[in-house]
C-alpha cells in the first residue's frame, strides 16, 4: 500500500487552488508526468463545492478535487485535494476562536468544522457509489495551508464512516483541534505526512490548547530557515511547498520528532535575551509554560481547558488568574519569571520590563505574544497561493 511521492502530493495541493472558480471548458489541470501517471480527475463531476466566510456571508466555491487511481501502484486508490482560503484567515488568527465537537465528537477548531461539513455531503454521494470501495482502497487526503487542516477533518471522518485505509498529507497546515483530536486522528490515519518549513507561522496556529497530529510524532522539515517569514509559506513561490517537496520518496526529505508542549522546558530569566522571534522559541516557550503549570499542580485546570469550548482569549484569561496564584507557591516564582522574561523578549517587547505576577500585567504579557505570532500568520494566509 504505497504512499505517494512527496512531488505528487505537493502537485496536488497546488491544483486544488485551481477549482475555486468556475472551470473553462476543456480546461485542463496543471499535473506533472508523475502525478498523471498514476491518478485520473474527472472535472464535470468530481469538483464538490463548500463554503467559508463569517456568519452572515458564507461564498460557496469550488473547493474540492477527486480523482481516481489507475496505476498498478494505486489502482482502486482515491485522491482528495483540498484549497486553502484566506476567507478563514481571520477567523484562524482571532483569540476569539473556538471549538466545536467534530463529526467524531473531538474538540476542533470551529471555523474549520464549518467548512468541512460544508462539502461533506459531497464526499458522501462520491464514495457511496456502488462498487467505488474494494477492501485493498486507499484515500488519499491532501491539502496545503487551510486545505491541510480540511483535509485532515476529511480523513478523520472517511476513515470512522468507511472503514478504509486513509493516508494524509499537508503542508504548511495549522493546528485542526485539541489534544483528545490528534489523539485520536493519530491513530484512526494509517499514516500522517506533515510537512512544514521552519519559518512558515501558520503551523504554529492557533496557540494552546490546540495541538497538531500525529501527536508527539514527527514533522518533515522541508525548509530549516530560522526566524518566522509570512513568506515561507506559499506554495508556488520562493521557498515554496511546490519546491521543496520536489522529491520521489519520503526517505529524501530531513524528518524530525516534532516539538510538544509536553516536553519539560524550564527557563532560566537570567538567558531571556537568546529568546528570538521564530518558530524554535514559539514552541519552547509554549512547553515552558505548561511545565510550570504541571510543576505547580495544576494539572486539573490544564484538563478543563482541553475539555471546554471556551474561546483561546478565555483559556488565557483563566491561565493569567491561575498563574497569579501559583507566583505564591515556594519556589516557583522563579521559573515563572523565566516564562515571562522570554515570553518579552519573543513579543519584541525590552527585556528589562519588571516582571510583575498581577493578573493584568501576565494577561498583557500573554497578548502582546499571541498577537506578534498571530500577525505573521495573518500576513501569510491573505497571500495568493
Known amino acids: 500500500m504505497p504512499a505517494i511521492s512527496p512531488r505528487v502530493a505537493s ?5 486544488a487552488y485551481s477549482t475555486k472558480g468556475p472551470l473553462p471548458q476543456n480546461y485542463k489541470l496543471a499535473l506533472i508526468p508523475d502525478t498523471e501517471k498514476h491518478f ?5 463531476n468530481h469538483v464538490y463545492t463548500g463554503t467559508s466566510g463569517g456568519f452572515f456571508c458564507r461564498q460557496a466555491t469550488g473547493f474540492v478535487l477527486i480523482g481516481q487511481g489507475y496505476s498498478q501502484e494505486h489502482k482502486d486508490d482515491h485522491v482528495i485535494t483540498i484549497r486553502g482560503t484566506n476567507s478563514l484567515a481571520d477567523t ?27 462539502f461533506r455531503s459531497g464526499l458522501m454521494a462520491y464514495f457511496n457509489q456502488p462498487g467505488l470501495l474494494n477492501g485493498n482502497s486507499i484515500i488519499h487526503c491532501v491539502g496545503h495551508s487551510l486545505g491541510g487542516a480540511l483535509a485532515s477533518l476529511t480523513a478523520d471522518w472517511i476513515k470512522t464512516e468507511f472503514k478504509r485505509n486513509v493516508y494524509l498529507y499537508t503542508f504548511g497546515a495549522p493546528r485542526v483541534g485539541k489534544k483528545d483530536y490528534a489523539i485520536n486522528n493519530s491513530v484512526r490515519v494509517k499514516k500522517i505526512f506533515r510537512c512544514v518549513h521552519g519559518a512558515d507561522p501558520v503551523p ?3 496557540v494552546w490548547p490546540f495541538y497538531h497530529a500525529p501527536i508527539n510524532g514527527h514533522e518533515y522539515i522541508l525548509s530549516r530557515a530560522q526566524g518566522i517569514d509570512h513568506k515561507a509559506h506559499l506554495m508556488r513561490d520562493s521557498p515554496g511547498y511546490i519546491n521543496t517537496a520536489n522529491v520521489n520518496d519520503w526517505e529524501s526529505l530531513h524528518c524530525q520528532a516534532a516539538c510538544s508542549v509536553s516536553q519539560r522546558v524550564v527557563l532560566n530569566y537570567q538567558n531571556r535575551t537568546e529568546s528570538t522571534y521564530s518558530s524554535f522559541w514559539a514552541d519552547k516557550i509554549a512547553a515552558a509554560l505548561m511545565t510550570v503549570m504541571i510543576d505547580s499542580g495544576a494539572t486539573t485546570i490544564i484538563a478543563s481547558l482541553q475539555a471546554t469550548g471556551a474561546t483561546i482569549g478565555t483559556v488565557y484569561d483563566i491561565m493569567a488568574r491561575a498563574l497569579v496564584d501559583i507566583s505564591k507557591i515556594v519556589g516557583m516564582e522563579k521559573q515563572l519569571k523565566g516564562v515571562l522574561g522570554y515570553m518579552l523578549v519573543f513579543a519584541s517587547k525590552s527585556a528589562y520590563i519588571p516582571i510583575e505576577f498581577t493578573y493584568k500585567f501576565i494577561r498583557w504579557v500573554f497578548t502582546v505574544t499571541i498577537a506578534r ?5 495573518k500576513l501569510a494566509l491573505k497571500q495568493n497561493n
Open 11 to 15: 502537485n496536488l495541493a497546488a491544483v
Open 92 to 118: 484562524l488568527t482571532d483569540i476569539t476562536c473556538h471549538s466545536c465537537s467534530s463529526d467524531n465528537g473531538a474538540s476542533v477548531h470551529t471555523g474549520f468544522q464549518s467548512t468541512f461539513a460544508s
Open 40 to 44: 485520473r480527475f474527472d472535472l464535470s
Open 373 to 377: 505570532l498571530q500577525k505573521a500568520a
Open 204 to 206: 504554529k496556529m492557533p
